[in-house]
Structure formats: structure tokens, C-alpha cells
């Protein structure tokens, strides 16, 4: 089987300007949602907080944790931090409307970026 050739479609020199940019564009974006992270890792479980996280990772989802309760979301997020393993938290945070497995690794990634994103 023959792979195509991969070929940057511009000049490599400039990438750290490209990078510059869109740090300008979705930096802000970025820091939100780590806040957000250490906030439920410090125990403020807030429906506020995961709406920081499931908006940065798609705008279109986050009307769905309306179907929620507020103690439905901290039990969930509580289960995520709590577990020993990432099936256990992935299954806690898919116990909400809203959140399947891209979800739930997105949240995961906020609440303990050392653990679930290496």
C-alpha cells in the first residue's frame, strides 16, 4: 500500500507566529477551562465549572447538562476524582447527560492534566 507524502501547506518559519496567534485567539479559552479544572480538583464540584470544560471542548453540548441536577453533576465529578482507575472515572462523569467518552477525557483533562494527559 503506497501512503501519500505529507507536505506542510506553508513555510515552517512560520509557526511560531501561527502559534503566537492563536494563542491570542484561544489562549484565554484555555486558561478558563484549566481554572475550571483546579477549581473541581479543590472540591468547588459547581455546574458552572463544568460548563467552562464541556464548553471549551464543544459549544454545542453544553445545553445538555441542563438535564442535570446540580447533585447529580458534584456526584459525578466527586466519583471522577475519587476513582482509582480511568474506566471508574470515565463512568462516573458518563452517568451525565452530556458526557460520553470525548467528554469525559476532555473534563478529565482539566480536573488532572498530570494523570490523564501526559
Known amino acids: 500500500m503506497k501512503y501519500p507524502t505529507f507536505q506542510l501547506q506553508y513555510d515552517p518559519a ?5 502559534a503566537e496567534k492563536y494563542m491570542e485567539i ?4 484555555d486558561r478558563r477551562m484549566e481554572d475550571a479544572g483546579k477549581r473541581i480538583t479543590h472540591g468547588d ?5 463544568l460548563e467552562i470544560i464541556c464548553g471549551w471542548k ?7 447538562l441542563d438535564k442535570n441536577t446540580n447533585v447529580e453533576i ?4 466527586k466519583g471522577a476524582i475519587g476513582a ?3 474506566k471508574d ?4 462523569l458518563e452517568t451525565l447527560a452530556g458526557v460520553g467518552v470525548k467528554m469525559a477525557s476532555a473534563i ?7 494523570r490523564y494527559c501526559p
Open 58 to 64: 464543544s459549544h454545542r453540548r453544553v445545553r445538555l
Open 74 to 77: 458534584e456526584k459525578a465529578l
Open 108 to 114: 478529565l483533562t482539566a480536573i488532572d492534566p498530570e
Open 45 to 49: 464540584f459547581s455546574r458552572s465549572n
Open 84 to 86: 482509582t482507575n480511568v
Open 14 to 18: 512560520k509557526i511560531p507566529k501561527l
Open 26 to 29: 484561544s489562549g484565554a479559552d
Open 89 to 92: 472515572a470515565v463512568g462516573s
